[in-house]
């Protein structure tokens, strides 16, 4: 089936450093969502992009929607504890969302 | 209250057994969905339905059953449960004007021995 690929798998970082993670994919998506999850808790949609090119914050958060409509990428600056959790990125076509594998974001101690 | 609720939160069932997993919501929303989520996979996509009387397959329905009782309510079933089928289930919802942003349920850890 259709696959997204999200990278990096995993991360552990710094609190206050800025993240970054990707997703591309084969197909063209006339959107794309990065969705968080938490331990034991749904996916919380974080932000949702429609045209190519659009640059969206929520807070601390950016995200792009690639030109070539294939992938788009997920900035967090400055992070903090809160925000460890699995990232995950989902693309839409037709009537489904194409999900990515999620990036694992752990905070050093 | 939660807007999308799903019941049981775990379960523990044996290989052959039929299951129920029951999704209810608040939000008022036509389309609801069921995912399974394994470790390293992701979401994949089991059922859809964009209202009680429209059912649709997703990427993995074969094992499974769904049914639309109301436009809150949408169960999924395994009707022969099997090892493989151990995982964490979601229920969705979501609706007009804007389809793709989905809502989802606390999940269902489901185990199969």
């Known amino acids: 089936g259709q696959q997204l690929n999200q990278s990096p798998q995993s991360m552990f970082i710094q609190e206050g450093e800025d993240v970054s993670m990707n997703c591309t994919s084969s197909?063209?998506?006339?959107?794309w969502l990065w969705y968080k999850q938490d331990p034991g808790e749904g996916p919380v949609l974080l932000i949702a992009l429609y045209k190519a090119g659009e640059l969206t914050s929520n807070g601390r958060l950016t995200a792009q929607f690639g030109i070539t409509r294939k992938d788009s990428f997920l900035n967090i600056s400055a992070s903090i504890p809160s925000d460890v959790g699995i990232y995950f990125c989902a693309g839409q076509l037709n009537y489904q969302l194409i999900w990515g594998a999620g990036t694992k974001l752990i905070i050093k101690p | 209250d939660a807007d999308v609720t799903q019941t049981p939160r775990n379960r523990i069932t044996k290989t052959g057994k039929r299951i129920m997993l029951e999704c209810s919501q608040t939000k008022g929303h036509d389309r609801m969905y069921w995912y399974r989520q394994d470790p390293g996979l992701g979401l994949r996509l089991i059922y859809y339905s964009f209202d009680v009387k429209d059912i649709n397959k997703g990427e993995i329905s074969d094992g499974y059953s769904v049914s639309r009782q109301a436009q809150a309510k949408f169960s999924l079933s395994l009707e022969s449960a099997i090892p493989n089928q151990t995982a964490l289930y979601f229920c969705?919802?979501?609706?007009?004007?804007?389809?793709?942003?989905?809502?989802f349920g606390p999940g269902t850890r489901l185990t199969v021995t």
């Open positions: 197909s063209i998506f006339n959107t």
């Open positions: 969705a919802t979501s609706d007009l004007p804007s389809p793709h942003e989905q809502y």
